[in-house]
């Protein structure tokens, strides 16, 4: 089982993101499930969504303990909330920000995980720019599509137009199509 | 069709196959998202020959649902905490009226405290107003249940409650696979009432029924529910024999043929206590569940049955009837009457507090130890609660409860943080 957990702020899509993030997987032939850590929402509260994926039924319903990926939609979480608890030594870390880690202050905490799966996307700036609103769930799951390889960005895509239609759906794959490529590319720079 | 989508939107979907004739929604999380997901399949056209209707509370919901319901047409509604108690004189009416009324609870808790967190508080709280009450484990069952639960209604004309876990099945996604449009057809005839108020043959219903017949009337309520116990499984096997999967029934059990503890348990806890009951099997405990499908009627006799060999029995539950103990575990214990076991009530979730592998391995270990209390609540934070009674113990103006706690639950945090 892969699990996933999702962190942000009230109105930047998290409990959308980990719904889209199931459908893709879904859309892959996997099991998946999707829910949000219940709550009074309000814009700018902070908010936590979590998404299993597995290749069997998933029966488990307890809350993201032992996450195999974190994605932090909002870097001002980072020394508020105890994002990073129960994290895997092998797990993954996507932030959304234009800091790199040692920027962020987490250069020490960083040493603890495996380089290639720390990784920061502007996806803030991606989605003003091909949405036109600073929504960043899409491209931090074009980027997670990118750095794990457990779906592709086909998935991601289709589930975004099982949430959206028209011009929306279309810029939102664009800003997800942009950070997977990013993504990619800086992968293929790190090997090479 | 197999789909990825919300637990709610299934029921919505689920129900509006069912073809129902009336519709009354009034909005209370966590059931909002079914009736709305209702509205929209209406105002498409997608469903055909129903009356959607706003309402203005819970008690004009279920009393237009009697309305409805006794001319004849298949009626829904949903609710959930303080909306079922809002309408409780009319779900008591829609009983004891035989009026075959379906409606989901999303499972919430009751307040004071203001909580609109996952609990079993409110459908239990109506456990005796003569409605039957069935419990979904996932949401492929809460969507599967609905058409059962039409089913059962209509034939046996009593109204049917279908509980799903609030926010923890409602608002999860995963995958359902939706029955078609055929398939339910089959399964489901139309409504043809016992009863209905017709112009063209003109009966009362809800005659004043004074002592020389009161019992009587009560006691076919429980003989009808009675007669559900047998007609439960049989429309859950007809059921698997259209659309081929397990769903419903009075009990299902998981690994309790060899098992000397058997937890207890209803609605979607189930899935977690059965990952914790194959890890403790892979450590050679013999353990198994069993999950209460039907809660009313309380099917005894397959729970004595399912319940003789085990040495412990764990009843976990989320309610709790304050002052005597576990609700479920006091209806467990008068099924076993008799039997050589122990009975531990662990009551756990409520408020939406997390019910967690770590827990539960820690309760079920104790349990097979002979070591857990007859009742103990799951990770009760003592500190807390000692506070408090050390407060009304040494002051007589203690203040409210609730919010002394809150003081000192966010006083902990903040000097652990810092």
């Known amino acids: 089982m892969f699990q996933v957990r999702i962190h942000g702020r009230g109105g930047q899509g998290v409990v959308t993101g980990a719904e889209m993030l199931s459908i893709a997987a879904f859309l892959e032939g996997c099991n998946a499930q999707a829910f ?21 039924e998933i029966r488990l319903r307890e809350p993201i303990m032992e ?24 797990g993954y870390i996507i932030i959304n920000t234009n800091k790199t880690f040692e920027e962020l202050g987490l250069g020490e905490f960083s040493k603890k995980f495996r380089p290639e ?18 929504v960043p769930n ?9 750095a794990s390889g457990l779906i592709s960005i086909d998935a991601v895509a289709s589930a975004i137009r099982d949430k959206f239609s028209g011009k929306i759906a279309e810029g939102n794959i664009a800003a997800a199509t942009e950070a997977y490529n990013t993504v990619k590319n800086e992968m293929e720079a790190a090997h090479a | 069709m197999l789909k990825q989508t919300e637990g709610s939107h299934a029921v919505a979907e689920a129900v509006a196959l069912c073809r129902p004739e009336v519709i009354c929604a009034y909005p209370i999380s966590p059931q909002t998202h079914i009736v709305e997901g209702l509205g929209e399949l209406v105002k498409s056209g997608e469903l055909q020959n129903c009356e959607y209707t706003n309402v203005e509370s819970e008690f004009a919901a279920m009393s237009v649902a009697i309305g409805s319901s006794a001319a004849g047409a298949r009626t829904y509604t ?7 108690l809002f309408m409780a004189e009319a779900v008591y009416n829609a009983s004891g009226l035989g009026l075959p009324i379906v409606m989901t609870v999303a499972n919430r808790a009751i307040g004071a405290p203001i909580n609109i967190w996952n609990d079993h508080t409110d459908t239990m709280s109506q456990r005796d107003c003569g409605w039957i009450q069935i419990f979904a484990e996932t949401n492929q069952e809460a969507a599967d249940l609905h058409i059962q639960a039409f089913k059962l209604a209509e034939e046996l004309s009593l109204p049917v409650m279908v509980c799903m876990d609030g926010f923890i099945l409602t608002h999860a996604y995963e995958q359902v696979d939706m029955p078609s449009q055929e398939q339910v057809d089959a399964f489901l005839p139309p409504y043809s009432p016992r009863q209905s108020l017709d112009p063209a043959a003109p009966v009362s219903i809800g005659a004043m029924v004074g002592p020389e017949a009161f019992s009587e009337v009560r006691y076919l309520a429980h003989a009808k529910q009675m007669q559900a116990l047998d007609l ?4 859950s096997a007809e059921f698997k024999e259209i659309f081929g999967r397990d769903s419903g029934g009075l009990v299902r059990s998981y ?16 899935g977690t206590i059965k990952d914790t009951v194959d890890e403790m099997r892979a450590e050679g405990h013999k353990i198994g569940v069993l ?3 039907s809660f009313r009627p309380f099917p005894a006799e397959a729970i004595r049955k399912a319940l003789s060999k085990a040495k412990h029995v764990v009843v976990l539950e989320k309610s709790i009837a304050i002052g005597v103990g576990g609700v479920v575990a006091s209806n467990v214990r008068l099924a076993l009457d008799g039997i050589d076991s122990r009975i531990y009530c662990v009551v756990a979730g409520l408020g939406g507090r997390n019910i967690l592998r770590t827990s539960l391995h820690r309760v079920f270990r104790q349990a097979e130890a002979g070591e857990l209390e007859a009742l103990h609540f799951l990770d009760l934070d003592w500190d807390v609660v000692n506070r408090e009674l050390e407060r009304e113990r040494t002051q007589r103006r203690s203040g409210p409860i609730a919010e002394n706690i809150l003081r000192d639950v966010s006083a902990v945090r903040s000097s652990s943080v810092g």
């Open chain 2, 255 to 270: 690994l309790c043929d060899d098992a000397e503890t058997i937890v207890v348990a209803l609605g979607s806890v189930i």
């Open chain 1, 36 to 56: 949000p850590s219940f709550g009074s929402e309000r814009t700018g509260a902070p908010v936590v969504a979590f998404c299993r994926i597995d290749n069997k």
């Open chain 2, 232 to 235: 439960i499984p049989k429309i």
């Open chain 1, 117 to 134: 799966r720390l990784l920061t996307v502007s996806a803030t700036d991606l989605a003003l720019k091909h949405v036109g609103r600073p």
């Open chain 2, 291 to 293: 999950g209460i499908h």
């Open chain 1, 138 to 146: 899409v491209p931090l799951l074009g980027a997670f599509a990118a």
């Open chain 2, 78 to 84: 949903a609710t959930a905490s303080q909306g079922l």
């Open chain 1, 67 to 90: 996450p195999d990926a974190l994605i932090i939609q909002d870097p001002t979480l980072l020394f508020s909330v105890d994002v990073f608890a129960g994290l895997k030594p092998d």
